[in-house]
């Protein structure tokens, strides 16, 4: 809820701002404590909050994932592991209908990336101040729980894919075959300017396309949750109705985290396919 002694502008701002290490333009290092500070910190400052909670998530879903193998049976499955054989098989279907090409690799990528990402959708869901208030009285500024609405996350992974179809682009085709299809396609040799600039920027749109499709639904819902918890300050009404539309809006928001997990991961499988494939 929103705290007495901040505006509401100012309970925006601070749900907004990530937890940040870095360097202060004294030369010492440590957290900044507002948004300014963070900002002078530049380009290497450290969103903590992001990082502490993708490798916390990533250990959870390590964690289940291989207790579910460890314990596998082929007698009566438990609860565990019929979700874990319900995800892998959904998984295996995906990757079977969109890529068409031999790789090891692509299947328990798509794997990591729709489970890893559904669990740092999903903290979306925890009511707004819990966290940032359990870490306001540790003595913590700020703190953002969800890591999807940090720009830096999204554009992370998507660089990662996008280095992934660099590389097979070239393993699968050869340096030559692969500046061929970006310099002759789609209007030959002669147009080789209008060719590099066209496929060129279909290239560079993958990653973006990848990280902020993800960022700005996320971050959208993220701003909802915020702007529903500013009215439970706002009297009877006011926090019944929020309570309502909250509960409405964690409803629907659960299909938004999934299929933007679910999109993220066919997106990757099929331009991983693509890397795979001559272009004709």
Same mark, same amino acid.
């Given at each position: 809820?929103?705290?007495?002694?901040?505006?509401?502008?100012?309970?925006?701002?601070?749900?907004?701002?990530?937890?940040?290490?870095?360097?202060?333009?004294?030369?010492?290092? $440590?957290? !900044?404590?507002?948004?300014?500070?963070?900002?002078?910190?530049?380009?290497?400052?450290?969103?903590?909050?992001?990082?502490?909670?993708?490798?916390?998530?990533?250990?959870?879903?390590?964690?289940?994932?291989?207790?579910?193998?460890i314990? !596998?049976? #082929?007698?009566?499955?438990?609860?565990?592991?019929?979700?874990?054989?319900?995800?892998v098989?959904?998984?295996?279907?995906?990757?079977?209908?969109s890529?068409?090409?031999?790789?090891?690799?692509?299947?328990?990528?798509?794997?990591?990336?729709?489970?890893?990402?559904f669990l740092?959708?999903?903290?979306?869901?925890?009511?707004?101040?819990?966290?940032?208030?359990?870490?306001?009285?540790?003595?913590?500024p700020?703190?953002k729980?969800?890591?999807?609405?940090?720009?830096?996350?999204?554009?992370?992974? !998507?660089?990662?894919?996008?280095?992934?179809?660099?590389?097979? #682009?070239?393993?699968?085709? $050869?340096?030559?075959?692969?500046? $061929?299809?970006?310099?002759?396609?789609?209007?030959?040799?002669?147009?080789?300017?209008?060719?590099?600039?066209?496929?060129g920027?279909?290239?560079?749109?993958?990653?973006?396309?990848?990280a902020?499709?993800?960022?700005?639904?996320?971050?959208?819902?993220?701003?909802?949750?915020i702007?529903?918890a500013?009215?439970? #300050?706002?009297?009877?009404?006011?926090?019944?109705? $929020?309570?309502?539309?909250?509960w409405?809006?964690?409803?629907?928001?659960v299909?938004?985290?999934?299929?933007q997990?679910?999109?993220?991961?066919?997106?990757?499988?099929?331009?991983?396919?693509?890397?795979?494939?001559?272009?004709?």
């Amino acid at each position: 809820m929103a705290g007495e002694a901040h505006t509401s502008a100012e309970y925006i701002k601070h749900h907004l701002q990530n937890l940040v290490y870095g360097q202060h333009p004294d030369g010492t290092w $440590g957290l !900044a404590h507002s948004a300014a500070e963070a900002k002078a910190m530049g380009f290497w400052a450290i969103h903590l909050d992001t990082l502490g909670m993708s490798v916390l998530l990533g250990v959870v879903f390590l964690y289940f994932f291989r207790k579910a193998a460890i314990r !596998a049976t #082929s007698g009566v499955p438990g609860g565990l592991q019929n979700f874990v054989e319900w995800v892998v098989e959904f998984i295996d279907g995906s990757v079977k209908g969109s890529f068409t090409g031999r790789n090891p690799l692509v299947a328990p990528l798509a794997l990591t990336i729709f489970i890893w990402i559904f669990l740092l959708n999903l903290m979306d869901l925890v009511p707004i101040d819990w966290i940032p208030g359990l870490m306001g009285a540790l003595g913590l500024p700020y703190f953002k729980l969800v890591p999807t609405t940090d720009p830096n996350a999204t554009f992370g992974m !998507a660089i990662g894919v996008f280095i992934l179809i660099l590389y097979y #682009s070239v393993k699968m085709k $050869g340096v030559g075959g692969f500046f $061929g299809e970006l310099a002759f396609q789609p209007f030959g040799k002669w147009g080789m300017p209008a060719n590099l600039l066209l496929e060129g920027v279909n290239l560079i749109a993958k990653p973006v396309s990848l990280a902020l499709r993800l960022f700005g639904n996320l971050y959208a819902g993220e701003m909802i949750f915020i702007l529903i918890a500013l009215m439970f #300050s706002g009297g009877a009404v006011m926090f019944l109705t $929020g309570g309502v539309l909250q509960w409405a809006w964690a409803v629907f928001h659960v299909l938004i985290i999934t299929l933007q997990a679910f999109i993220f991961m066919t997106l990757t499988i099929v331009y991983l396919d693509m890397a795979h494939q001559e272009h004709h």
